[in-house]
């Protein structure tokens, strides 16, 4: 449990740090912190159980529908806070050992590594993509009900 504690904390850094470098407002910047390490929180606890894929998507469905309902909140757009949100999530090492292992001549592994890569890419393109068109359709339902 204090491992997981740590990872949000370093999940929490990680983002506000990249969300600075990309001059992201100041006053969002705790924000987007929040969401990345949700989202890589969900992402651990999906390691944790053997299912890092469906960390991944459960990540990424989180950090849509935070991303959407900050957006809302502060009146900003939703991509100052999914951006920086997805930076723990992208597959970054395996597209590194995907192309580590083509140099190497292995392609077999190479193949694997580049199909987890999109799988996870996938994952997250298709988890952002739940939580925005749902919060849409939310948003409208609540509208026409009012």
């Given at each position: 449990m204090m491992e997981l504690f740590f990872e949000f904390i370093l999940g929490f850094f990680a983002v506000i740090g990249y969300a600075y470098y990309y001059n992201i407002p100041y006053k969002t910047l705790h924000v987007s912190g929040f969401i990345g390490a949700v989202g890589w929180t969900?992402?651990?606890?999906?390691?944790?159980?053997?299912?890092?894929?469906?960390?991944?998507?459960?990540?990424?469905?989180?950090?849509?529908?935070?991303?959407?309902?900050?957006?809302?909140?502060?009146?900003?757009?939703?991509?100052?806070?999914?951006?920086?949100?997805?930076?723990?999530?992208?597959?970054?090492?395996?597209?590194?050992?995907?192309?580590?292992?083509?140099?190497?001549?292995?392609y077999y592994e190479a193949f694997n590594q580049g199909l987890n890569a999109a799988v996870v890419a996938g994952a997250i393109s298709i988890g952002l993509f739940i939580a925005s068109s749902t919060w849409v359709k939310i948003t409208r339902v609540k509208n026409i009900v009012r």
């Open positions: 969900m992402y651990n606890l999906g390691v944790y159980f053997d299912v890092a894929n469906l960390g991944v998507f459960i990540g990424s469905i989180c950090i849509g529908f935070l991303g959407e309902f900050f957006s809302r909140k502060y009146k900003l757009p939703a991509t100052i806070y999914l951006i920086p949100g997805i930076i723990p999530l992208v597959p970054g090492m395996s597209m590194y050992f995907m192309m580590y292992n083509i140099v190497m001549k292995n």
